[in-house]
T-cell receptor, first 112, second 112 residues
Framework: DAKTTQPPSMDCAEGRAANLPCNHS???????VYWYRQIHSQGPQYIIH???NNETNEMASLIITEDRKSSTLILPHATLRDTAVYYC?????????????FGQGTTLQVKP | SQTIHQWPATLVQPVGSPLSLECTVE??????LYWYRQAAGRGLQLLFY??????ISSEVPQNLSASRPQDRQFILSSKKLLLSDSGFYLC???????????FGSGTQLSVL
């Protein structure tokens, strides 16, 4: 199973873009990159996912490098409510369950 | 629209007592169902997943068991709780392989 590496914590000023990096150097060709976030004492929330093309939705943008060994989640205008733990996950490919394995994530602190 | 219900929100149980946490999904059929646990300050650990009624896969050996008596019902149980069973338990579902996960609001279990 491909593993991911994220910085344990990051700070971001309110209103500025938050760029959260993730390394997944052992990713396989058919594995997707998923991003979730978990606000304290709540269940994780899906943000975005992608295979090799950059993706954008109403919450964030996902930039995947051409070699697919790393990606960056971009929150274009961070707010205090974006303070959370952000998980970068590579989907397990060997099983047909679609299960996702969560790592330690990055704690993003948005400051006023 | 689909919704996931998980209860209770908090639970305090003595060591050696039984456990039953219930999760139900509405608005979809034949979902993949998952139980995760999050110890304090740690990432999410996948405990069980199910792709159909009566089908349970266990990810880690432990003091817990899971059952899926109905298509949209997933139950986490223990005959005798241990101190190490304390944590934040999350139920989740997905439509199919590779689809994003939708999480419940979680149960904070304290075993004393």
């Amino acid at each position: 199973d491909a593993k991911t590496t994220q910085p344990p914590s990051m700070d971001c000023a309110e209103g500025r873009a938050a760029n959260l990096p993730c390394n997944h150097s052992t990713i396989s060709g058919n594995e997707y990159v998923y991003w979730y976030r978990q606000i304290h004492s709540q269940g994780p929330q899906y943000i975005i996912h992608g295979l090799k093309n950059n993706e954008t939705n109403e919450m964030a943008s996902l930039i995947i490098t051409e070699d697919r060994k790393s990606s960056t989640l971009i929150l274009p205008h961070a707010t205090l409510r974006d303070t959370a733990v952000y998980y970068c996950i590579v989907r397990v490919a060997r099983s047909n369950t679609g299960k996702l394995i969560f790592g330690q994530g990055t704690t993003l602190q948005v400051k006023p | 629209s689909q919704t996931i219900h998980q209860w209770p929100a908090t639970l305090v149980q003595p060591v050696g007592s039984p456990l039953s946490l219930e999760c139900t999904v509405e608005g979809t059929s034949n979902p993949n169902l998952y139980w995760y646990r999050q110890a304090a300050g740690r990432g999410l650990q996948l405990l069980f997943y199910s792709v159909g009624i009566g089908q349970i896969s266990s990810e880690v050996p432990q003091n817990l068991s899971a059952s899926r008596p109905q298509d949209r019902q997933f139950i986490l149980s223990s005959k005798k709780l241990l101190l190490s069973d304390s944590g934040f338990y999350l139920c989740a579902w997905s439509v199919s392989v590779g689809e994003k996960l939708f999480f419940g609001s979680g149960t904070q279990l304290s075993v004393l």
